[in-house]
């Protein structure tokens, strides 16, 4: 049973089970009040699922891509709640939630604001109805994706206003089931998808006041 | 009951996790991000926030083992819900209402300024009695209060209307050439020089400014005139006399910071002042403060460096107070506020 929390595009949070599913799932689409949200979601799905906290086998964090401010709380927010509930975190690509049950190629891409998306490709699913990805996640230029995007032509485009917690959660135990090791999925840094710099203007030394 | 109390503090550039119990210390972990601005002369928000992220659960499991308590004999948690930068609270709050939810503890979202005073409650002497006058100055903000109570009464007299103090700092140590952060290079290199060289101006201390600005600060005209001066000695040639600019420019700092604070206590009629925020490591600030405190008979407090500068222990200690106050704990919805006003002592 595992406790996942995305904060990638809103905020979500699900408890889910191998076999049961998706015990509790409960969204909030706004993607400015991630912080004031987060704690009631998770009291609430807990409650919800019935679950006690002691019978989590991990809690899974959404990673992103996604934008940073809102992205962070969630991490934090599974990060820690894995210490408190003495139980493991597990990180994953937000991304692959959406592309989770795709059978065709398909291009997931978010919102990265300031005129950017992220972006992802997958082919299809594997046996185990796992997503491939085949490229990403990605930054690109609005308006570019379809030159950054090799073969942009044949992908049914995926416009991710949503990360769902409850299918992020699924994949992963999707993936612990069929003895995947999630952390391959980040090519070796399993760290929040940034894709981006901290923004900082090198100053080249104080500017003059005289004139 | 002397509630044992976890605090997570995450409001500007140092993620710090503390634990009392009531007013006992029992762990102050403190991870600063402060190299990793260096190259920028300054705290950039997201190199902070990143930073912080990484840094939470470290800080918490080196606080619980300094401690040697378990999250099980946690009482609560309180957290840092403002003032600060907006991003890198985030980060505290969404960590600290998950680990409540974990733990099904109760949370106490305070606020920073109102902390920086708790933290002389931890400290090993005894308690400074109230009201007292607080001057908080650090990199973030330059505030001064009238505290009546802890947890019920704190009164914002005065604030920087533009740089904080520390920042202040910074910018004149980039102008002469000094890495950051600012106060302690400043401090090395004004040893030797004369404070009284340079006439730097005190900001808001003009009587048409001391109307409407009594106790309110402003250090952007200094940095200017400061600016101005070195510019003017380069421009001529002139080997700049950095002991003497570095100590005249403090002077120009510390005595307005001191001179205000002090006329607050007089006025006011409130003989007890507490010095907290990181500035208080200069040295120099500590020393006329107590020059200027005895001579108008004002009972000074400093707090140990280590609980001056921002964390998590001061967090815990408002925390404890806030509950040995009776205080209902916050409700799981609120949100960061960067500019969460003293009056509102938790959120
Ligand atoms: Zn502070």
Redesign the interface.
């Given at each position: 049973m595992l406790l996942a929390i995305d904060t990638s595009a809103g905020t979500s949070v699900a408890v889910v089970d191998l076999d049961g599913g998706i015990l509790a799932e409960l969204s909030s689409d706004d993607t400015r009040r991630h912080t004031e949200v987060i704690g009631s979601l998770i009291a609430a799905c807990i409650a919800d699922s019935g679950i006690t906290v002691s019978a989590l086998s991990g809690v899974v964090a959404g990673m992103g891509p996604g934008p940073f401010t809102g992205l962070r709380v969630g991490i934090a927010a599974a990060r820690v709640f894995a210490v408190g509930a003495g139980t493991k975190v597990i990180p994953a690509v937000s991304h692959d939630a959406i592309a989770f049950g795709c059978t065709e190629p398909t291009l997931v891409a978010t919102d990265a604001r300031r005129r950017e998306v992220y972006w992802s490709t997958y082919s299809g699913s594997d046996a185990a109805g796992l997503p491939i990805r085949t490229s990403g996640p990605n930054l690109a230029k609005v308006g570019e994706l379809d030159t950054a995007v090799h073969g942009f032509a044949d992908y049914r485009l995926v416009e991710a206003a949503t990360v769902s917690a409850g299918a992020l959660g699924m994949l992963v135990e999707t993936m612990l089931a069929n003895g995947r090791d999630v952390e391959s999925s980040f090519d070796g840094h399993p760290g929040a998808l940034y894709l981006r710099s901290p923004d900082v203007t090198m100053s080249n030394g104080p500017k003059r006041v005289t004139t | 009951m002397k509630p044992l109390v976890l605090g997570i503090e995450t409001s500007c550039d140092e993620t710090g996790i503390g634990i009392v119990r009531g007013t006992e210390l029992l762990a102050n972990v403190i991870s600063s991000s402060m190299d990793e601005h260096a190259?920028?002369?300054g705290v950039?928000p997201?190199?902070a926030?990143?930073a912080?992220?990484?840094a939470?659960?470290p800080a918490?499991?080196q606080a619980l083992a300094e401690a040697d308590v378990t999250?099980a004999d946690l009482d609560a948690i309180a957290v840092t819900s403002g003032p600060g930068l907006?991003?890198a609270?985030?980060?505290?709050?969404?960590?600290?209402?998950?680990?409540?939810?974990?733990?099904?503890k109760p949370?106490f979202a305070v606020n920073h300024l109102v902390g920086h005073v708790g933290a002389d409650l931890i400290s090993d002497t005894e308690p400074l009695e109230y009201p007292t006058i607080a001057l908080l100055v650090s990199g973030g903000h330059t505030s001064l209060l009238l505290v009546r109570d802890l947890v019920s009464d704190v009164e914002l007299l005065g604030e920087t209307i533009d740089d904080a103090a520390g920042e202040a700092f910074d910018?004149v140590a980039?102008?002469l050439g000094l890495p950051y952060p600012g106060g302690p290079h400043i401090d090395r290199v004004a040893v030797g020089g004369d404070p009284k060289a340079i006439r730097f101006p005190r900001g808001l201390s003009l009587p048409k400014d001391m109307a409407k600005h009594r106790y309110d600060f402003s250090f952007s005209g200094l940095k200017?005139s400061v600016?101005?001066w070195v510019?003017?000695e380069q421009d001529a040639g002139a080997e700049l006399p950095i002991a003497d600019v570095a100590a005249s420019f403090r002077e120009a700092v510390v005595d307005v910071l001191l001179t205000k604070a002090v006329a607050a206590c007089n006025d006011l009629g409130v003989p007890r002042l507490l010095l907290g925020g990181g500035v208080v490591a200069n040295a120099r600030v500590r020393e006329l403060a107590a020059e200027r405190c005895e001579a108008a008979g004002i009972r000074l407090r400093i707090p140990p460096l280590s609980l001056c500068t921002d964390n998590g222990a001061m967090i815990a200690a408002l925390g404890a107070q806030l509950i040995m106050a009776g205080r209902p704990p916050s409700t799981?919805?609120?949100?960061?506020d960067s500019t969460l006003p003293v009056t509102t002592i938790q959120a």
């Open positions: - | 190259r920028y002369g950039v997201e190199v926030a990143r912080h992220l990484e939470l659960v918490i499991e999250l907006a991003g609270l985030m980060v505290g709050v969404g960590a600290a209402k998950a680990l409540a939810v974990s733990l099904d949370i910018k980039r102008l200017t600016a101005r510019e003017r799981l919805d609120f949100g960061a």
